[in-house]
């Protein structure tokens, strides 16, 4: 089993950037090998990927379909639940000790929500960078 994730927030329906976030870790393909759903993906709907990249896990986790059309304080709030789902079902992997998150979306948001899960009995120390919470 890996031992490192990543966390990728991203917006149903929205374009998804063909330059990668994460080296190695190609969104759209990724993407492309979800099924198609006739009703959009929740806020925290996290689906998990093995060895992408070798090696490690990436969780692509959902920001909602009405993500885009929300206010500045209601998106923060958003990325905290999406990124906080994706690493409690992370947590739940054997094995998995280290995330990285990509905090592009909104890093205070992202990086305030590991923070808040190391309270529980599993602790991780995370580490907020300018555009990654990183678990060491």
């Keep these: 089993m890996a031992t490192s994730a990543y966390v990728l927030p991203h917006q149903p329906g929205a374009t998804a950037t063909a330059t990668p976030t ?20 929740k806020v925290g709907d996290t689906k998990i990927f093995y060895d992408t990249p070798e090696g490690k896990v990436t969780a692509l986790v959902s920001l909602g379909d009405k993500y885009a059309s929300k206010k500045s304080n209601e998106q923060r709030e958003l990325v905290r639940r999406a990124v906080g789902s994706a690493v409690k079902e992370l947590r739940e992997l054997e094995g998995v000790n280290h995330a990285e998150i990509d905090a592009s979306t909104d890093p205070q ?15 991780a120390d995370y580490v907020m960078s300018s555009r990654w919470c990183t678990s060491r």
């Design 22 to 41: 994460v080296s190695g870790v190609d969104q759209l393909k990724l993407l492309s090998k979800l099924p198609k759903a006739e009703k959009p993906p």
């Design 109 to 123: 948001a992202a990086g305030e929500c590991p923070r808040q899960i190391t309270a529980q009995p599993r602790r």
